[in-house]
């Protein structure tokens, strides 16, 4: 009898002596998570064996509302989408963001705007302002539109390499595409015919802005050559001698199979849309030409403009969903991913 008492208190004083020692590592381990600023998974395999908070500690934008949101406009913000918009995701998973083609018709900033009125998308991202008969239409459904500018963008004029001209002024430009000169000869060029390429007017912000602010809203002259999109013209350019395109900087600059062209207001103001000394084709891909950021941000470089997010003013979740990613790409984090992705910081 005596023999067994002595088992039963040396098993008794066993697992009180494994019970102290796990609860002692319980206590560390909780006070470890608490001065980390984590919390412990609760045992069991329920649904809510998730870190508490997970998302909170994670995603660190003031303001941002949980969902699925639909965003969409322009071409020109491309590689914001896959290149910045991507560490938003990954940062708030909560925040999901869904890109939404147009029901028909091409992707741009004016489909954009438009869907944004229609009630389709929740914001939507731009090349150019809000138009005011944009404006005038919402204010008839009962609310207003905001632009927030986030970056700075710059046109940059493409030709061949083998075109031999210092540069262009703007209002050579412009003649140009009013078919008003038409051989490269009357620009200090070689008698060459000037080939010129543009997409449509339809296909979004850029041909918009173009249209607007160096036309001068004039048409387009019978010369003009349309092209679907900026890949097609590049591959013209490179295989025509003496053709001409336009568009957003970070799709000309760094190509290797065509020249990014300086444009001044003044023939004695040539500014490159390029950081000098020009990289030249035998160099690339391994070195590329680089944006002339600190030219596009004095305004030095002729041809600049701002990206916009267009948000909603209705008081509602999507005006909230669309400041709160506007607020975000402010950020300096987020504007380092800007200038990453091609772009120039607006701040």
């Known amino acids: 009898m005596s023999q067994k008492n002595e088992t039963l208190s040396l098993f008794l004083a066993v697992v009180i002596t494994i019970g102290l020692i796990f609860g002692g590592l319980w206590f560390f381990m909780e006070r470890w998570a608490q001065l980390n ?29 949980e969902g699925t949101f639909n965003y969409g406009g322009s071409t020109t913000w491309a590689p914001i989408r896959k290149d910045v918009d991507s560490s938003l995701q990954s940062q708030c998973p909560r925040f999901t963001l869904r890109y939404t083609q147009p029901p028909s018709g091409q992707a741009g900033s004016g489909t954009g705007i438009r869907m944004l009125i229609d009630n389709q998308l929740a914001f939507s991202q731009s090349s150019r302002s809000v138009k005011a008969e944009e404006n005038a239409e919402t204010q008839q459904k009962g609310f207003s539109l905001k632009e927030i500018p986030v970056a700075i963008d710059g046109i940059a004029i493409a030709v061949n390499h083998n075109l031999n001209i ?32 543009s997409r449509s007017k339809e296909a979004g912000g850029t041909v918009e802005f173009f249209v607007e602010n160096i036309l001068n809203k004039e048409n387009f002259g019978a010369n003009v050559n349309y092209v679907d999109t900026t890949t097609e013209a590049v591959r013209k ?18 190509q ?5 062209l300086p444009l001044g207001r003044t023939s004695s103001q040539f500014v490159p849309p390029y950081q000098e000394p020009f990289v030249t084709p ?18 030095d470089y002729a041809i600049t403009r701002n990206l916009f997010v267009i948000v909603k003013q209705n008081g509602q979740t999507d005006q909230q969903a669309g400041e709160a ?9 987020s504007q380092d991913l800007i200038e990453k992705a091609g772009f120039v910081r607006i701040k």
């Open 37 to 65: 600023g984590t919390v412990a998974k609760p045992l069991g395999n329920s649904n809510t064996d998730k870190p508490i908070n997970q998302f909170l500690n994670k995603c660190n934008v003031s303001n941002l509302p």
């Open 166 to 197: 210092p540069g262009l002024t703007v209002a050579q430009l412009k003649d140009i595409y009013t078919g008003k000169i038409t051989n490269w000869q009357q620009v200090g060029g070689l008698n060459l015919p000037i080939t010129v390429y």
């Open 237 to 254: 350019l490179a295989a025509n001698p003496g053709g001409i395109y336009y568009a957003s900087a970070p799709e000309i600059v760094p």
């Open 256 to 260: 290797c199979i065509i020249k990014p």
């Open 282 to 299: 035998s160099q690339c891909p391994n070195k590329r030409n680089q944006l002339n950021s600190q030219a596009f941000r004095s305004g």
């Open 325 to 333: 990613y506007a607020n975000w790409l402010l950020t300096p984090q």
